[in-house]
């Protein structure tokens, strides 16, 4: 059995091997056990309560950058475009970088490039490198106001499913907007950019739009993802794979 997370991956898959094993496929993702913590942080606390947990200003709008410590996340490409909009535009931010997990050889190197940079500007930011799970990373989704993602491919990564889940803002790089379908399907907001180019405006624009209630994530849209996505909804499918076999 040859076993897909996402239908992307089997269509690809195709274009090297044709049909020839198309019997023994199966798409099936994993379950996230993040949608039942963020059930619950959403029932417990507010946006507020979670960024004073991790002791960020309530008069700020928080932007995370990636997820994990790896160039591919551009976390550069990225934060540059956010020193380029306008003073007090930039004013109003803080910017959230995680660096828990992934790190590539040069990291520190890499790091302080980014310092070097974040400094320079005289940005409001820093660096998370806890690791986090359980309550504790469901509650560090909810303290986010807008995520910013910029890897450079993934295979339907749910750390960005998990961030609307929590109430944030997404931006979506337009060479991996396909694989979140999904939040179409959850009628959610979520903002799209082909090139670094135009990451400058999608943010402007983002940020007009995030206090308009039209398009935010509803209890319809999240319980949409969370059929997609929970283990609740596919684990009787890998039950059926194994006893399939």
Known sequence: VIVFMIPDQHVFFQSIYGNKYDK????????NSMIDELDKVLAKYTKEECKSYFHLPLDKVIVHIGYNASRAQQHLEVIESI????????????????????KDNDFEEYKEHLVTK????KADYCFVDKYMQGEELAMFRRSCDLFIYGQKT??????????????????????????????DQAKARYYVYSDFGSLNHCIQLCLKDRDKPKGKISQAGRQKIRDEISWDSVRGEWKNLYADE
Do not use: N, T
């Open 24 to 31: 023994k496929v199966k798409v099936i993702d994993f379950g």
């Open 83 to 102: 020193l380029d909009l306008p003073e007090q535009i930039l004013d109003q931010i803080k910017m959230i970088i995680s660096v828990a997990y992934k």
């Open 118 to 121: 974040l400094e320079e500007a």
């Open 154 to 183: 993934d295979a339907r990564s749910e750390s960005p499913l998990e961030y609307i889940y929590g109430g944030a803002e997404f931006i979506c790089p337009g060479w991996l907007a396909g694989h979140y379908e999904i939040l």
